[in-house]
């Protein structure tokens, strides 16, 4: 490819990795992969539930983009 | 040997009690008995010794009327002046404030979303999302969204509001009501809206720079002097009261204590560096040491220097009788506080420089003496100058220069008798003052009743000498050492019977040469109570006059300023240091009475002592010493009209005939030689007399008299 569309393709990427921090950094949470942000697993009947194991009933998880965030900002404060 | 006796780790009693030991017990044996080692329990006692110091309910300011009324007119003053120039500039007080005001609003606008917002608690969600904590989060959020909407209620309530109530107030009220509305808003946004930095109203009136004292300027110029140390917090300069303008509102005033262990001694030496500190003039700084701590002290200094404002004429001018037991208005101070100096029982020395207000000092003394009738007045003036002259309206005794004359006499015999008199006066005082009944004279001293009784003789009698020292270096040795030893004896014994000496010299540092006169002289010099000098040549003159160690203290005249107002700058003349006076040492610009003034008064005071009917002495007329003889003036009248000439006999014939008691004896011979001695030119000459026919005898002419009349005449008055 020619290093125009390299230089392009770069900065697409660029913007939405942007787009995806800024999202991460004002929706830091998600739904969870378990419970689909109920929280709870219910019975087939609806009456009993259970707290969802995952999320322990809260119905979030981190966003990995947040999670990887975390990380480098725990390092950077540490290093300080 | 030990009383208590160590046994087993305790302290015992040889009794073997217990004793609970005293921290301060170190010595083997108990000095005090058994039952000073039992335990005290403490008592509270007051602290003795400093009173608590009440600041004054009224501010120093209005203490007094002057004051008060100078307080209400700057204050006044102000006011005005801060309206008119704020008036003036109204116009751009609107512009900037409705600038500022609609900026006021944006920022209101933005404040209050952000209220509303609760955009204080993202900082805690991001937190809970850092740390991976869902719960947190998401009551976070529960309440962020509750307390968002309460909020939102709330501002649409308010905008609704303000909504309504503009469009009323615009619709259906009047202008002036819109207008006024707007007014009183309109401030507000703008104090509120406008930068920190950049006021909208400007002052006024802007302090000018040698008016503002503040502590930190102050600090400052004590420790440029050298006075304490800043970096050291305990060599720092304290202050102990607050600064305030002085009761008289001519100057500012604080206590300052310096640290512990400078003397006020080095604050006076660096007087001139503080003033150099402080930015004014040394004559605008005054330090008066507190009487309860040499480390305290008094700091003023003065809004102008006072010392190039005149004192004025002196209050004598009202010519009404005054009272020598009274003290004697002499002139202001640095403060423009009247100077009033008691008289009675002092002797009062002034020193100066030729030109500086010397004369005219001590002839406000003695125009206050005058101004009494009951006090008899001896005025001598050594210069024969001007200045002193009318004085022959009020005085007992009088001399005036050196050389005799018809008016007067022989001064120098005047003066030997009057200090006579005055001794022998002064003698009997003392003996008649101890014999008289302690009803009539308590405490064996002379007062107001008796010496404005005539029957005891006693009167207040003040000695003027006005370059004395010129009398004791008359050529004639004899008379300088009696008229030295008089003096003498006169400034230590008489102001305690009421004989003031007021002497005035421009030569103190002494007559140099010949010893016992000259010591003398330094005796006399030293005796005198009250010193006041104004403007000397150097400080050790101005030490002569003040008395040594004035110059240590920090008093020197010599440091006076100088001018005499002709070439356009202050007139200093009648300034001057008093030391050692009754009322304490203070810097006095003398009260002004010039020749004219000094006229006017003695002539006032003449007629209250005809009055009062105690014109006496000379100034009534009478002779008071033997009069040295006059030849050459009596050699003149003894000339008829219609003479020209006259031989010695018949000259000595006449005068023989005129004046027995003086010329009965006298000779041709011996009336030729005298004339002829006197060096004045006269010449005995042969010539023919009226009457005389043919004979040519030897005599003289009275044109050759009379021109060496004039030729003394001009040798005499300076």
New interface residues.
Partial sequence: MTALAWLVSAGVAALVALLYAGSCWWFPFAACWCCSGGGRHHRKDGRVFKDCWWCAGSGRRLRIGRKVWNHFSRLRKEAS | MAEAAVAGGELKRPGGEDVTPVESHHFDIALDGEESLAPRVPILVDAVGKEPQKLPIIPVQLQTWQGAKRWAATTSYRMAYRAGAHAVRTPWYLVAGTWWALWALLLLIGRQIRWWWLIEQHAL??EA????D??T??KLLKTARAVRLFRGWVLLAELVALLVAGVLLYALAPRWVVALVVACVLPFLAHYGRPNDKPIVSPAIVVPRHRRLNPDIVERAYYRAGIGKADKPDERIEFASRMTEDNTGTGTQVVIDVPHGTAFSEVLKAREKLASGLDVAMSQVYLTVDKTSNRRHLLWVAYVDPLSIPAGRTPLLDCKPRCVWRAAPFGVDERSRRVMLPLMWHSILIGAQPRKGKTFSGRALGLFAALDPYTRLSVFDGKGSPNWRKFALVAHTYGFGLLPDRVQGDPIQNLLATLRAAKTDVMRRNARLSELPTSICPEGKLTRDIARDRRYDMPVWMIILDEFQEYLNTGDTEVDEEIAELLVFLVKVGPSVGVILVSLTQKPSGLGSTGKTAKRFTDYRDNHLTRFALKTGSWQVSDAVLGSGAYSEGYDSSALPVGDGSDGGYDYRGIGILYDSPIGNATVRTYLADDRDAELILLAARKHRERAGTLDGMAAGAEVAQQARDPLADAIDAFRSDETFLSWETLAARLGEQQPDRYAQATGDALSKTLRGLKLGIESKAGAEKGGGEARPRGVYLANLRRALEQRASKGDR
Avoid: I, L, V
Wanted: glycine share 0%.
């Fill in positions: 969600r991001q999302a850092n740390s991976n869902p719960f989060y998401e």
